[in-house]
């Protein structure tokens, strides 16, 4: 969870499940003048929305709880001048560990970050081929991550684990693989394809063209002739 984010449990009579679980809930003045006043926003997953979760093994699950039982037992002795600083190094741990089983679930679960991929390339070959670009441009990355009932954060930290590229570097990808097709297959002038494709401004489009293909839209249609 992050700061300002709503959390409610509903009791189900019918779950006969026995469920158990902890919260574990800091006042923000407590990281002051510690490392981690500044370092905690490192930490992607606190941008993550309700759709994400961090699936743990039992051994990652047995990990995360001795170390809030550390914090827990610390917390609840006799508080010296080095109680904050050993509550702050546990945290500290703790949130690395999360990293680590968050960026090691990207490459786990290969399956269902597979399925969302395949799901982003289809989205963005949809939106490319449809009248969306003249319309409303450019797609952004909360749109598709919206589209995929996916966190921006989240997306991004999958995509760059399975391809190596941002949200944004793919949905560029996409846009130079459409341009291309367009300056080799019509005789559409510069301005008619950026136009078709979401630009204001033609000199934009032939910006960005050449920084991704070291060639402007001219001289890669001219390589064609």
Do not use: C
């Given at each position: 969870?992050?700061?300002?984010q709503?959390?409610?449990?509903?009791?189900?009579?019918?779950?006969?499940?026995?469920r158990?679980?902890?919260?574990?809930?800091?006042?923000?003045?407590?990281?002051?003048?510690?490392?981690?006043?500044?370092?905690?926003?490192?930490?992607?997953?606190?941008?993550?929305?309700?759709?994400?979760?961090?699936?743990?093994?039992?051994?990652?699950?047995?990990?995360?709880?001795?170390?809030?039982?550390?914090?827990?037992?610390?917390?609840?002795?006799?508080?010296?001048?080095f109680?904050?600083?050993?509550?702050?190094?546990?945290?500290?741990?703790?949130?690395?560990?999360?990293?680590?089983?968050?960026?090691?679930?990207?490459?786990?679960?290969?399956?269902?970050?597979?399925?969302?991929?395949?799901r982003?390339e289809?989205?963005?070959?949809?939106?490319?081929?449809?009248?969306?670009?003249?319309?409303?441009?450019l797609?952004?990355?909360?749109?598709?991550?919206?589209?995929?009932?996916i966190?921006?954060?989240?997306?991004?930290?999958?995509?760059?684990?399975?391809?190596?590229?941002?949200?944004?570097?793919?949905?560029?990808a996409?846009?130079?693989?459409?341009?291309?097709?367009?300056?080799?297959?019509?005789?559409?002038?510069?301005?008619?394809?950026?136009?078709?494709?979401?630009?204001?401004?033609?000199?934009?489009?032939?910006?960005?063209?050449?920084?991704?293909?070291?060639?402007?839209?001219?001289?890669?249609?001219q390589?064609?002739?």
């Open positions: 969870m992050a700061p300002n709503i959390l409610r449990v509903n009791n189900n009579p019918d779950d006969t499940v026995q158990s679980g902890w919260l574990l809930l800091i006042h923000p003045d407590f990281f002051w003048g510690t490392s981690l006043a500044t370092k905690i926003k490192k930490y992607e997953f606190f941008d993550y929305a309700v759709n994400e979760a961090l699936f743990l093994s039992d051994k990652e699950e047995g990990i995360l709880n001795n170390l809030v039982a550390n914090i827990r037992q610390e917390y609840r002795s006799n508080m010296d001048k109680s904050q600083n050993i509550i702050i190094s546990h945290i500290e741990t703790l949130l690395n560990y999360s990293e680590r089983f968050y960026q090691r679930q990207f490459l786990t679960r290969k399956i269902t970050n597979h399925q969302v991929l395949t982003l289809k989205l963005l070959t949809d939106y490319f081929d449809s009248d969306d670009l003249v319309a409303k441009g797609p952004t990355v909360k749109y598709i991550s919206d589209a995929l009932h966190s921006p954060s989240y997306l991004s930290g999958l995509l760059k684990v399975l391809t190596g590229q941002s949200t944004q570097q793919h949905i560029h996409t846009l130079i693989e459409k341009a291309k097709e367009k300056l080799s297959t019509t005789d559409l002038s510069v301005s008619e394809i950026a136009y078709e494709l979401g630009f204001e401004h033609s000199q934009s489009f032939s910006k960005l063209f050449k920084t991704k293909t070291n060639l402007s839209p001219l001289e890669f249609r390589s064609f002739n």
